[in-house]
């Protein structure tokens, strides 16, 4: 209790959520009168960031980086639209499908808001869309990011829950898949009560053409994910071989990469790979505090007194997680949820932890797009000028059809796992 009341006590007063799990611990251990844990203290932070599969985050970083200067994005943009065609709604398609293809390059959700929200939101005003909507709809695209691979989640949670990064990335790939078609049903549904605009028609020689043009742009995810899949490669390896291809892209097929350009973008990838890293370890910090403290022993307890089966415990944690994914953000909420959550899962009801994971990652970003935070709704305001709280009620269906994907998760294993090996 006195380790919690310190933790919310030092949120409440704006201290960064890395240094809240740092300062909470240590007053955990001052409480505990056990001042030998003050020298197990230095170990267990370093050993937090002691792991080869975290070197993929700057890596994935730096693609992303590499990707906004080498005017691939645009690109991506014009292939989507090719595919759409002249469908009713059809820039609201191209919205979630070119969000598709840069989540398996970007796998961050309130960056690719930033950058989608730009494109975007202008083409659909001025075609007729409602820009609450639009922005909307942007910052949903934008929850496919941590979800189809790379994924900076992903990766945290393989390191937290120690399974293999690489088989969590693939995990990710069928619930993207499936969260993308269901957003297009949203779309074709809306489209046909609202009497959405058609998209520009181009003849089939036209998209052709535009398909053609705009292809070697798919050279980056095929890579990343193409090397994993196929066994050449683990995910950090994978990571520096996009980046590559990346460089390689921009360079010599959109000639808007410069290699001069690079030093910036390592340098803003390292800032904020830093900040990722040193919240994963403060999490290794606060999960061996919370394991001394036998607090997942304890919720294994509680939670085994309501949930009698596996899928009564993965929905209670459906619950539990939506709600703290509505006032903590996607790394933070993996670090103060998996510690207690996955033990619990792993040892009472034998779920697997590559299907536990994917649950937690989507009820996490979810929270992203729910008051009363709902941070890519800001970054979409910030960019666009939309309120956040019309975008919610305005598409809310796509809330209620995650959801929806959220319970076939947790009863269907198999969503997840079918690609794992």
Not at 113 to 132: L, N, S
Not at 358 to 365: D, E, G, Q, S, Y
């Amino acid at each position: 209790m006195i380790t919690s009341a310190a933790f919310m006590a030092f949120m409440l007063v704006g201290v960064p959520i890395g240094l809240c799990l740092c300062l909470a611990s240590l007053v955990y251990i001052a409480a505990s009168g056990n001042p030998v844990l003050f020298q197990s203290y230095p170990l267990q932070l370093f050993g937090g960031v002691d792991s080869y599969g975290l070197i993929a985050i700057p890596l994935f970083i730096l693609i992303g980086e590499i990707m906004n200067g080498g005017g691939i994005t645009r690109r991506i943009v014009d292939m989507a639209m090719a595919f759409v065609g002249s469908l009713k709604g059809g820039l609201a398609y191209v919205n979630i499908l070119a969000n598709m293809f840069i989540s398996s390059i970007l796998g961050s959700a309130t960056a690719q808001v930033a950058i989608m929200a730009q494109i975007m939101v202008p083409e659909m005003e001025k075609k007729g869309y409602d820009k609450t909507f639009a922005a909307g709809l942007t910052a949903y695209g934008g929850m496919l990011g941590p979800i189809i691979p790379p994924s900076v989640m992903f990766v945290v949670y393989s390191v937290l829950a120690q399974v293999s990064v690489s088989d969590m990335l693939i995990a990710g790939i069928v619930p993207g898949v499936i969260l993308t078609v269901m957003f297009c049903l949203v779309i074709a549904l809306m489209g046909y009560i609202y009497n959405y605009p058609r998209a520009d028609y181009q003849t089939p020689r036209q998209r052709v053409m535009t398909i053609l043009r705009t292809s070697p742009t798919l050279l980056i995810p095929i890579v990343i994910v193409g090397t994993i899949l196929g066994g050449l490669a683990n995910a950090t390896e994978s990571a520096a071989v996009g980046a590559v291809a990346a460089a390689l892209v921009g360079k010599f097929w959109t000639k808007e990469f410069e290699f001069s350009q690079l030093p910036q973008m390592m340098l803003r990838s390292a800032i904020y790979s830093a900040i990722v890293l040193f919240l994963v370890a403060a999490a290794a910090v606060f999960s061996w505090v919370l394991i001394f403290g036998k607090v997942p022993q304890e919720t294994a307890a509680w939670i085994q007194t309501a949930a009698k089966d596996p899928v009564s415990f993965m929905l209670i944690c459906n619950v539990i997680l939506l709600v703290i994914g509505t006032v903590i953000d996607g790394i933070p909420g993996l670090i103060m949820t998996v510690p207690i959550l996955l033990p619990v899962a792993t040892e009472v009801y034998h779920i697997d932890p590559r299907q536990f994971g994917v649950v937690v990652v989507i009820n996490l970003v979810l929270g992203l797009l729910s008051p009363p935070v709902g941070l890519c709704f800001f970054v979409a305001a910030a960019v666009t000028g939309a309120k956040p709280g019309k975008m919610f009620m305005v598409t809310l269906p796509f809330f209620v059809i995650s959801c929806v994907l959220l319970v076939l998760l947790s009863l269907y294993p198999s969503l997840s796992l079918i690609l794992v090996k």
